[in-house]
Every structure is written in structure tokens, then in C-alpha cells.
């Protein structure tokens, strides 16, 4: 079933892949203001609960009404992935058939794929602990031969991951896939504000994230290379903690915030 969509004086359906991505990047959103409220309230010792995408889910899972809006964000996911994967295939809008950016799409597509088998998880009952996870699969990694270097090249992959996401906040390379033009002045600037904070602070939790993998690859400590979690556990402890997770929180939150606009002004 098509949507409209009202642009000045003129209407159209929105198509089918349109759908998708918008319901995807609305699902991306709730995940990172999940993540915000989760860092939040390690910030203040409130709860233990892990802070990553499937920490996120369980403790949302938890709530009154929570599987509902699980399921939401599990649906949206898959169509996500969908969307991204029809980019790899096809070419991404603004970018014509350039390899890089189809590239991308593939490896998020994949990503996002994985992140709603874990919400599907969760709605199904499955408790498992994502950080635990990935150090246990860090550890038999690295018992093989070359599984070190592996690991290490895994984790500076994610750590240029992240570089490249800082970036596009610093230049504000995410504007080109808004329809700025269909904003208010004022609604622009927000958003514009928004989107610069917000991917500035995910580059750099990506960014740390990759870096921890590296050096649980140096040290041989898998316990490093647990994601998001290992990164706001690294914050947590550091002199000034409780600071820096509650700009860590504010950063996610402004990009779950942000996401929401690009859900509704993504040129498509």
C-alpha cells in the first residue's frame, strides 16, 4: 500500500522501497535513543544492564508494551536491511552506481540484518548476552593461527569505520541525503544541529569500539572486544566518567533524535 506525500503544491505515493527505508531509519533511531537512556543511567549507577543494541532490546523487552514497540523496531530493521541491500544491487540515490557507496550498503545491510535476528531473539525469550558473545568468539579467534592479526585487522576496520562517520559530522556530508529544502528555517538548524552532534558522538563510540578490539587483539584480552559495551565500560572508567558517559548519552540521544528527522526528510 503506497503513502502520500504532500511536497509544496504537489503529491505523490511514496513507493514501496520508500516505505521501507523510512520505517528502517525510524527503527534506527529508537535503537540509539534506547542506547542513550541505557548510558544515562549507567552514568548514575541506576542499572547493569549491557549497553549495546541487544541490552537496548532486553531492557525494553522488560517494560509494559515493550515487546509491541520491539516488534516494531524488529520489523523496521529487517526492512532496514532490505532497503540497503536493493541499494548494494542497484545504486545508492545521489551516488549513481559508484562501488563505494554500494559497498557500504551491503555491510549494512548485513549489520542490520544480524541486529534484527537479535530483536527477533529477544521477542522470542532468548536471554543472551551480546558483549559475552563476541569476547567468547574474540577468544577462539585468536587461539588459531593468525587469529590475532585477524581480530587486530577486524578492529581497525571498525575504528576507520568510525573515523569516516566522525567526518561526515565534522563536514556535515549528511545533509546530501536530506530534503532540507522541505524544512522550515527553524526545524533546519535543529536538524542540522542534531545530525552534527549526534554522528560526530557515534563515529567516536565506533571509533573507540575499534580500538579496543586492537588492543584486545595486542594484549590477547577478549574481554576488549565486546562492542559498544566495552566502549561505554571504558568511559565509565575513566577520571572523569560520569562526564564523559553523560555526553556519550547526549550524543546518542541527538542521533536517535536526528534519525527521526532523516526518517522523514530522506531523499529516497
Do not use: C
Not at 13 to 35: D, Q
Not at 44 to 52: C, K, N, P, V, Y
Not at 210 to 222: E, Y
Request: no cysteine; charged share 15%.
Amino acid at each position: 500500500m503506497k503513502t502520500a506525500e504532500v511536497t509544496g503544491q504537489q503529491v505523490r505515493r511514496s513507493t514501496p522501497m520508500e516505505v521501507l527505508a523510512r520505517l528502517g531509519l525510524l527503527a534506527r533511531a529508537l535503537i540509539y535513543l534506547l542506547l542513550g537512556g541505557l548510558t544515562f543511567a549507567i552514568a548514575f549507577g541506576a542499572r547493569r544492564s549491557e549497553a549495546d543494541q541487544r541490552g537496548a532490546f532486553q531492557d525494553l523487552a522488560a517494560h509494559t508494551g515493550g515487546l509491541v514497540v520491539l516488534w516494531v523496531i524488529a520489523i523496521g530493521l529487517v526492512g532496514y536491511s532490505l532497503w540497503r541491500l536493493a541499494e548494494a544491487a542497484f545504486g545508492v540515490a545521489g551516488e549513481g552506481k559508484r562501488a563505494g557507496p554500494r559497498l557500504q550498503s551491503l555491510g549494512r545491510a548485513i549489520i542490520y540484518a544480524f541486529l534484527a535476528a537479535s530483536a527477533f531473539s529477544v521477542i522470542a525469550g532468548r536471554r543472551e548476552n551480546q558483549a559475552e558473545r563476541s569476547q567468547d568468539l574474540s577468544a577462539r579467534v585468536m587461539t588459531h593461527s593468525g587469529g590475532r592479526l585477524l581480530v587486530g585487522v577486524i578492529g581497525v576496520a571498525i575504528a576507520v569505520v568510525g573515523i569516516v562517520l566522525v567526518g561526515q559530522g565534522l563536514y556535515r556530508s549528511f545533509e546530501k541525503y536530506l530534503r532540507l529544502g522541505d524544512m522550515g528555517p527553524r526545524t533546519r538548524t535543529v536538524v542540522r544541529a542534531l545530525g552534527f552532534v549526534g554522528t560526530v558522538a557515534r563515529g567516536l563510540i565506533v571509533t573507540l569500539s575499534g580500538i579496543l578490539v586492537v588492543d584486545a587483539a595486542v594484549r590477547f584480552d577478549p574481554a576488549k572486544a565486546s562492542g559498544i559495551d566495552a566502549a561505554i565500560r571504558t568511559l565509565a572508567q575513566q577520571p572523569l566518567g560520569q562526564a564523559l558517559l553523560v555526553v556519550a548519552a547526549i550524543g546518542l540521544l541527538a542521533f536517535g533524535l536526528y534519525g527521526i528527522a532523516e526518517a522523514r526528510w530522506h531523499v529516497t
